[in-house]
């Protein structure tokens, strides 16, 4: 299946230029928390762009990847502590035990369609949550503490936040370049397939269950592995920082917002989320508890009634409309829309 | 070729066949006609396996197809270009093609089958980098029965092939239907366009309330006082 040239040379030297700013932008500021907050939005893109291989591409909406987040970050952890392991073995290893999972708990939940399969997933993220929350083995409520003792690249502990800025830049470009491989390969096609017309697709052989857990297992891997980032630079975890109902809804919302099946839409969604999320919590402080899952909740509803297939779908409409936008035909933008 | 006994089968629960038997022979093209909600597409469904079976048995090609799920039967042979179409808008006219390629490894067949379908209809060709969606609902007929052909099937089962397609272009589809007969594909067709469908089958069923109530040559059935009364209005 030719899909033109392998490379558009505009949009290579577009997307080697945004890196090329994103690799220079922190040398720039100084302000701790300033770059912190760049670290958080690299973060919620990292995941976005993870949730969107199967939320997006194969149209599985799931409103439970906390919970490969959170395997990824208890998994790196709890083999540091107990093994010693290095974080860098610790994040493939997490990511190995959220594919486990993503097979176990897909395999029956994929029998479900849209909207029940959606449930299925809070109510497996919500039955973890509570399983780890009362487990002694991990510490339940307590969480999990890295050691303060050790620090540098080996260990995966740093000082300055420069280097976290950089680990999680590199992992939002491995992300990405998964996406685009997926997006343009064979299975990229299943994908769309399947979320377009799931019985045609059964119909001429191909495999619903396993092309979706072919999704499911990529986006868990690569979600774990921000989990994994997450418990690293934080060093500390417990189930409410990492298996929250809130970072499901999160990583779903930074793809949605930005524009669901589309490769760079959940990095904009990311800048857009994380933005807004710091303004107001500087705005209402620590009064404001629960404000989050309000603008969370207020951002659905405009995404779904404005624009359902997100900021970017909004943006291409614009140019679309703009005198001198170019009369490009119009394609179908179905690719765009939010189907659970 | 297909050997059909008894099958019953549901649609949401309420029983659209209740005992349907047919058989098919190699090279033939057999039509099943009958008014709407009789449960025509269902028994093509039922065969693809899109359907369960609440009883009966199906069997292609001396094998019994209850333990194969619908995406393995097309390995086997048999292939749904289904009611409406279904084609995949946002991908382009060749990736459809290749999609329906998906359960075959021959890569020989694949791009003559290829070949075959844009020299039998130009138009598809010409526009292979183009959205399926964008496709007139002649072309994308055209488009889905060559999708279907892309599987290399001893059976092409059609349902409702002139759906939604221009008048002019009804006659065209119906051709094609026998050039592909030609290429030694079996063809079970389900049509309301009765005339048409018995027309150029060898045989046909005619399918009510879920029961096979009649069955017989395509001549005959045309040329049967009930059924010109009740589906060709004579």
Redesign the interface.
Known sequence: ????PLVNPRKAMGALALLAGAAVLPLLISDPARLNFLVLILMAAQMGVAWNIVGGYAGQVSLGHAVFFGIGAYTSTMLGLSLGLSPWLGWLAGGAVAVLFALAVGWPCFRLKGHYFAMATIAVAEIVQILVTNSDFLEGAVGLSLPLDRSGPAAMVFLSKLPYYYIILGLLVVTVLVAWAIERS?IG??F??IK??P??????????TRYKLIALSVSAFLTAMGGSFYAQKEMFIDPGSVLATSISIKIALVAILGGVGTLLGPVLGAVILITIEEYSRTLFGSTGSGTDMIIYAAMIILVAVFSPSGVLGLLSDLRRHLPGGGAK?K??T??AEIRP | MLDVRNIQSSYRRVPAIRDVSLNIKKGEIVAIVGGNGNGKSTTLRAIAGLNALDGGAISLKGRDLASVPAHDRVKHGLVLVPEGRRLFPRLTVEQNLMLGAFATSDAHKRQETLQYSYDTFTVLGERRRQQAGTLSGGEQQMLAMCRGLMSQPDLLMLDEPSWGVAPKLVTRIFETIHTIRERGITILLVEQNVHRALEIADRGYVIQTGRVVMEGSGKDLLGNDEVRQAYLGM
Do not use: C, F, I
């Open positions: 299946m030719s899909n033109g064979h096609y299943y769309r397939a377009d017309e019985e045609a697709a059964r119909a001429l052989g191909v495999s619903l035909p394609k179908a179905k690719s």
